[in-house]
Each structure stands twice: as C-alpha cells, then as structure tokens.
C-alpha cells in the first residue's frame, strides 16, 4: 500500500513538473536539450524545422525557447519563459532577408549565406519570431519551466496550425498574418481588414 502510495506521488510529482501553459506531459529527457543551439541571451532554438503552407510557398520554422528576466527593466524578479517559432533565414522574403543581411560586412554576408542556420537568433532580434505559449515564474522555477518548455515542444508544434490561428494583436492579425508579412510581405493592416470585412 505503501509503495504504491509513494508511485502514485511521483506521477503526480512528474506530470507539475513538465507543464507549461496548459499542457503537461510526464516525459522529459535531459538529452534533449542537445537537440537545441543555446545563444549568448539564453535563447534555446531547435536545431530542426517542421514546415507549413503559405498561398505562394512553403515556409520551414524553428522552435525556440526564450527566458527574459524583467528585472533588467522594472523592480521586479518575474522571469517570462516564451515558446515561439521562427523562420528560417530562406523563408523570408527577400526584403526581410537584406534586412538582417544589412548589418553585417560584405564578407560576413557572404559567409551567412552559406550558413543560415546561424542566423536565426538575428531573425527573432529583428522581430520576425511569433511568441505561442508564455508562463510568468519566479527565479527559482526557470530552469523547471524551461525543462517543461522543452518537455511539451512536440505538442506545440504538432498542434501549430491552431496555434497560429490565434489572435496575436488587437487588430485581429493571426500568426499565420505575421508569417505572410515575413516571408511573403503581406501588409498586416490590410489582412486585419480583409478579415473583418469578411
């Protein structure tokens, strides 16, 4: 009785500790951080993409981690830890593209062409990463929720289109809005107001 007592907390135990947002999960492997690029700001960026379908192309995205402690900005010690996604640098249109190109010298742009990948923490500093999921904690709990951030990533991207359908701004804009400006610049006023013209 005992044992089975002490099984039934751990489950317990297990499914508090890799929940983020509203989904839970009781499986978290600590090797799979290995499958993540961690950036000099903490940013956590999965080294793989999964795609989705715009109207004129097929857009690759990243998954990505991001902790930003707001004690750098208020008086306070609430840490925000973000899931998101990114597109990959060739996803971009054009535009966007020579926008990140832009900062660096004409031998570095040419290096980056050839190695994208690393450009994809420039990608979410410029804004072109979409915030899905956040959970406000305290310091103590960061390392715990980034685990179960980790831990829940699968169901966040396997549930993607309906993450994206979500309203993401007070004009009615949806994330797959955002990726359209992005990746195949699609003005954003003009999608909110063909929507509510609908």
């Not at 009781?26 to 989705?52: P, W």
Request: aromatic fraction near 12%; glycine fraction near 6%.
């Amino acid at each position: 009785m005992y044992n089975k007592n002490v099984s039934k907390l751990r489950n317990e135990v297990n499914k508090m500790k890799y929940e983020f947002d509203g989904i839970s999960t009781e499986q978290f492997n600590e090797q799979d951080k290995e499958l993540f690029t961690e950036y000099y700001d903490g940013t956590l960026i999965e080294k793989d993409n999964f795609t989705v379908e715009l109207d004129s192309k097929e857009v690759k995205l990243h998954l990505y981690i991001e902790h930003i402690d707001m004690s750098e900005y208020e008086d306070t010690d609430d840490q925000i830890i973000s899931i998101g996604v990114v597109p990959a640098f060739e996803s971009l249109s054009e535009k966007h593209q020579q926008d990140i190109l832009g900062q660096f010298t004409e031998d570095d742009q040419e290096y980056f062409k050839n190695h994208t990948d690393e450009l994809l923490q420039d990608s979410i500093s410029y804004g072109f990463g979409i915030t899905l999921r956040s959970e406000t904690v305290k310091e103590d709990d960061v390392e715990n929720k980034i685990n179960s951030a980790i831990a829940v990533r699968h169901s966040v991207s396997g549930l993607i289109g309906f993450e994206l359908d979500r309203y993401v701004n007070r004009i009615g804009n949806t994330g797959w809005d955002f990726l359209a400006d992005y990746c195949e610049d699609q003005d954003l006023i003009k999608s909110a107001m063909a929507r509510f013209k609908k």
